[in-house]
Each structure stands twice: as structure tokens, then as C-alpha cells.
């Protein structure tokens, strides 16, 4: 069992580009999230997923997108990079109704300049 | 939505000596209070969890008590030791929350040799 695994681990953007951050589990599990976490802060929520084909919106969502085609996998998608969104981004997965215990992945360290 | 605040920011200890950090809440139907410990640079990951229908719960030497009037809860470390030194996230989640987990704000917690 790997988990949660994110790719990729770090990733310098310019201003404007976009990129997808990946998040896959192997646990089987229905739930899944994206938080963002900036420096000496909490964890935020962006994203959501209660199963695959349906998302929803955070605290954060604004300028990030999602999808969950299948149970395993949920990226983070941005779009027109701003230094705002700097921040390290965690995924997140948990299982069956009532588990409530969130499975972390390694985070992605993404820099905006 | 539910609110967690979390105090204090930051707390150092002498070896041996023991921790309390402590949360507050808003939705007084939130019904799950996991505890999170983050190492630096690392994933957070759950040390220990309470349930709305417990007062109490301990695993050696680390501790979470609830108090379901006041709508707060405590983390106790007892006998600290070096490795005891991260970053504290307490949460909480209402019933027919898809899951979603409110985190506090963190503890940044030092371990003084």
C-alpha cells in the first residue's frame, strides 16, 4: 500500500503558466481533498470530492480547478499562475462515511515568481 | 461553517515537563476531534482522535480531553521528549460534513533539552 502519493514534490512556476498537481491513493477510499498550507499557517481547504464524478468547492477554491474521473486519482489543476498561490498543497484522502481519520499525502512545494 | 481556534502559537517546555494546547469550536454539532502532528518538512499526520460521546481519551503519553458545554478541547503531552518538538493542528468536523475537517490554526511546540 503506497497511500497517498503526490507528484511532483517541488515546481517553480512563472507568472500566468498552469500546471496540474496529480494525487493518487490505493486505499479505495471515497473521500478525498486538496488543502493549501502557507508559511507558519493551517491547513486550508480548496477542493473536495465525495466519490468519483463529483466535487466541490472549499474555503479557497478561486483560481484552481478539479476533477475525480476515477476513485483513485483527484488533481488540482491551476490556472494563470499568481505568487498568491504559493504555498505547499496536501492531498488528502479518508474512507467510508463516519472514518473521519485524513490520510496526508507528501505535499507539493510549488513557488510562483 | 464550523470555526476552530487554537492557542497558543507557540510553546516551549523544558524536557520532561508537559504540554497542554487547546481548541475551541463554533458548531456545536461537530462530532470528531482529531489532533494532527506535523514534523518539519513532513506530512501531518494524526496522533490521536476523540469522539463527541467520550470525555476522555489517552494513548501513553499523550491525552485529549473534551468538554462538549464549553465547546473546547485539549491536547496534554506528558514527559516530553525531544522528538515531541512539530507543529500541533487540533480539527474538528460536524456530523453530515462530507468529511471535511476545520483546522485550528497549529502549535508550534519546542522541546527544550
Known amino acids: ?49 465525495v466519490g468519483a464524478g463529483i466535487t ?13 474521473s476515477t476513485t483513485e486519482d483527484f488533481p488540482l489543476r491551476l490556472e494563470l499562475a499568481a505568487p498568491s498561490q504559493t504555498s505547499v498543497y496536501f492531498c488528502a484522502s479518508t474512507g467510508t462515511s463516519g472514518t473521519y481519520e485524513q490520510y496526508f499525502g507528501p505535499g507539493t512545494r510549488l513557488t510562483v515568481t | 461553517g464550523e470555526n476552530v481556534e487554537q492557542h497558543p502559537s507557540t510553546l516551549s517546555v523544558q524536557e520532561g515537563d508537559s504540554a497542554v494546547i487547546k481548541c475551541t469550536y463554533s458548531d456545536s454539532a461537530s462530532n470528531y476531534f ?18 463527541s460521546n467520550v470525555g476522555e481519551k489517552k494513548d ?12 473546547h478541547f485539549s491536547l496534554h503531552i506528558t514527559e516530553t521528549q525531544p522528538e515531541d518538538s512539530a507543529v500541533y493542528f487540533c480539527a474538528a468536523t460536524p456530523p453530515f460534513g462530507n468529511e471535511k475537517l476545520t483546522f485550528g490554526t497549529g502549535t508550534r511546540l519546542t522541546i527544550i533539552p
Open chain 2, 60 to 71: 501513553q503519553r499523550i491525552a485529549v480531553t473534551l468538554n462538549k458545554t464549553a465547546k
Open chain 1, 1 to 49: 500500500n503506497a497511500g497517498v502519493t503526490q507528484t511532483p514534490k517541488f515546481r517553480i512556476l512563472k507568472i500566468g503558466q498552469s500546471m496540474t498537481l496529480q494525487c493518487t491513493q490505493d486505499m479505495n477510499h471515497n473521500y478525498m481533498y486538496w488543502y493549501r498550507q502557507d508559511p507558519g499557517m493551517g491547513l486550508k481547504l480548496i477542493y473536495y470530492s
Open chain 2, 34 to 51: 482529531p489532533w494532527y502532528k506535523q514534523e518539519l518538512g513532513k506530512r501531518p499526520q494524526l496522533i490521536i482522535d476523540i469522539r
Open chain 1, 56 to 68: 466541490d468547492k472549499g474555503e479557497v477554491p478561486n483560481g484552481y480547478n478539479v476533477s475525480r
